[in-house]
């Protein structure tokens, strides 16, 4: 038995079912490789579900978590502390481009994830509204079918997934799911009952699916006229993984509400939630909380990866990488591929059958990390700073692992 099996074997026994037997047992990473218990190394162009943003034992990150820690770990939000306050700042900074409200017009509410960010957009919506004592006249969400918002009850109502939804109904929230990409499909259903609409700029879990052009300032505008709130989730896209700091700049639209997590943190836990405009003082004192929430830890890490973002040039660069990988997919012709597609290093090679399981566990086969989002769709989300030579690697590789993953159908 080798140490991946008997580290299964003990996570069988200790830990519950739900993720199933993960088949790799990582126990380190440098850059974009990782190397598991067995000492195999692979390039991860996955990222911890888009993640790792400066792949693995990035320097600025060691130094960043190993000062703060060293001087203060956690305080509680019951006290104030400055990598907190810079981390604030620097993101409404951020947001202050092209679409952005700028720094005086916006604020933040620190979490932990993703669905705690959704979790607090949604309160915000609702007390917005019984603040203007139209909750009763408002009680509807809009989301999109097939869409992930996350797996807390408030952001899994919203989850347009009907197979993770739909066993842990009923929930307290009443939601309108519209096909993604049809705009005519969401100016009807953002109508005067609308509290607010939920959208992703590209729909992750979907299997990385953008919509058609305009759809984010189609939504913007259906928000105008119904007084509905826009929320853009951008806890994928955000942080760089498009090639802007934020995808929805890159549409020029500014939402009322926006939330972020994954490659803010860089690897570290902690999540957003923004409020443009009036939006950001709606939650008043004692409205909403997190014990963890700004850990001061989590946000020396965060602002260590906008810094190096930014002085180490990784928005061109996500967008290059990305362009060659998508490019180099689209080009290779396996009857194996329908495709690729998505913006910067958030991408999915399509698929002509069902075999992404089989591609993945392939891929795994021949030293890559990639993810079966769904069956006819293989997840890339690399690194930020992986390099052209890794990406070719993989290019090179790819016609390869799908051979292998054509044989492995045949066979079983």
Not at 52 to 60: E, F, I, K, M
Not at 105 to 130: M, P, T
């Amino acid at each position: 038995m080798n140490a991946t099996n008997v580290l299964q074997k003990r996570y069988a026994a200790a830990l519950m079912p739900n993720y199933g037997l993960p088949p790799v047992a990582l126990v380190r990473g440098d850059g974009c490789r990782v190397w598991d218990a067995d000492g195999r190394e692979y390039l991860d162009l996955f990222a911890g579900i888009a993640v790792s943003a400066l792949g693995h034992a990035h320097p600025a990150l060691i130094s960043a978590v190993s000062t703060q820690v060293a001087a203060l770990a956690h305080t509680s939000n019951l006290f104030l502390h400055e990598p907190g306050i810079d981390l604030a700042e620097r993101i409404l900074a951020l947001l202050g481009g092209p679409g952005g409200a700028g720094p005086a017009d916006a604020r933040i509410f620190f979490a932990n994830s993703g669905a705690e960010a959704n979790e607090a957009a949604i309160k915000l919506v609702r007390r917005h509204w019984q603040k203007q004592h139209l909750s009763q006249a408002r009680p509807v969400f809009v989301a999109a079918e097939n869409g992930f918002h996350g797996r807390t009850m408030g952001a899994l109502a919203l989850t347009g997934k009907a197979s993770i939804r739909e066993p842990f109904a009923p929930f307290g929230i009443d939601v309108r799911f519209v096909p993604y990409g049809d705009v005519d499909a969401l100016r009807a259903a953002a109508g005067p009952d609308c509290a607010a609409l939920f959208v992703e700029p590209c729909q992750g879990e979907a299997g990385v699916i953008p919509p058609p052009p305009g759809y984010l300032s189609a939504a913007r505008e259906a928000c105008d006229r119904s007084g509905a709130l826009l929320v853009v989730d951008e806890i994928q896209s955000g942080v760089g993984r498009t090639g802007h700091w934020f995808a929805h700049q890159g549409e020029g639209v500014t939402p009322d509400v926006l939330t972020l997590a994954k490659g803010l943190g860089g690897g570290l836990p902690i999540g957003a939630c923004v409020g443009f405009g009036p939006y950001g003082s709606v939650l008043g004192k004692g409205d909403h909380g997190s014990t963890f929430g700004a850990n001061p830890v989590a946000c020396a890490a965060a602002l260590a990866v906008l810094t190096t973002i930014e002085a180490d040039g990784l928005l061109a660069s996500a967008a290059a990488a990305g362009q060659q990988l998508h490019d180099g997919i689209a080009a290779l012709g396996h009857p194996l591929l329908a495709g690729a597609r998505g913006q910067g290093l958030w991408l999915a090679a399509m698929l002509a059958e069902p075999a992404a399981a089989d591609v993945e566990a392939a891929a795994r086969r021949a030293g890559f990390l990639v993810n079966a989002v769904q069956p006819d769709a293989i997840r890339l989300a690399p690194p930020l700073i992986i390099s052209a030579g890794q990406a070719t690697a993989f290019l090179d590789a790819l016609p390869g692992i799908l051979d292998d993953a054509v044989t492995a159908r045949e066979k079983s």
